[in-house]
């Protein structure tokens, strides 16, 4: 089994639904952008999330545009377009998740708030302030 961890954006709103077995699942496309400069290009990824990680992304209230990661186990899978075209896809069952935070320049409190069974949290990004370095054109820190 092949296992991914990648980082896009949530294309669309989803909401938590209920299968016939009562349990919780959710499904979104994640966008990854990949290559750099003129030669970026945008992939598009399944996602499916069941039980308590489809209850957790609800919660935190993961919509259109959010920025996150995830991780899980991917495979290539066969589905027929809605115009009876049989295509593929990449599908990430998920195994764990989170919010990417970003900081612009001189931010130097960036937080995000979220609910969980003991209610409601702040997390901070912890992001150390400073430049960005190239790893093509930089040596890294020591």
């Avoid at 990949?34 to 992304?57: C, H, M, S």
């Avoid at 259109?64 to 896809?89: A, P, T, Y």
């Amino acid at each position: 089994m092949s296992q991914v961890f990648t980082i896009g954006r949530v294309t669309a709103d989803f909401e938590l639904k209920t299968s016939q077995k009562k349990n919780h699942y959710v499904r979104f496309s994640l966008a990854e952008n990949i290559g750099y400069g003129q030669n970026t290009k945008t992939q598009y990824l399944q996602v499916w999330a069941r039980g308590v990680d489809a209850e957790n992304l609800a919660k935190a209230n993961v919509k259109k545009g959010s920025l996150i990661w995830v991780s899980g186990s991917i495979e290539l899978e066969e589905f027929m377009k809605q115009n009876g075209i049989l295509d593929k896809r990449l599908k990430i069952t998920l195994n764990d998740w989170g919010f990417v935070l970003s900081r612009k320049p001189g931010d130097e409190k960036s937080q995000v708030q979220y609910n969980d069974e003991s209610g409601t949290k702040t997390l901070s990004d912890g992001i150390p302030s400073g430049g960005e370095i190239d790893g093509d054109r930089n040596d890294l820190p020591d």
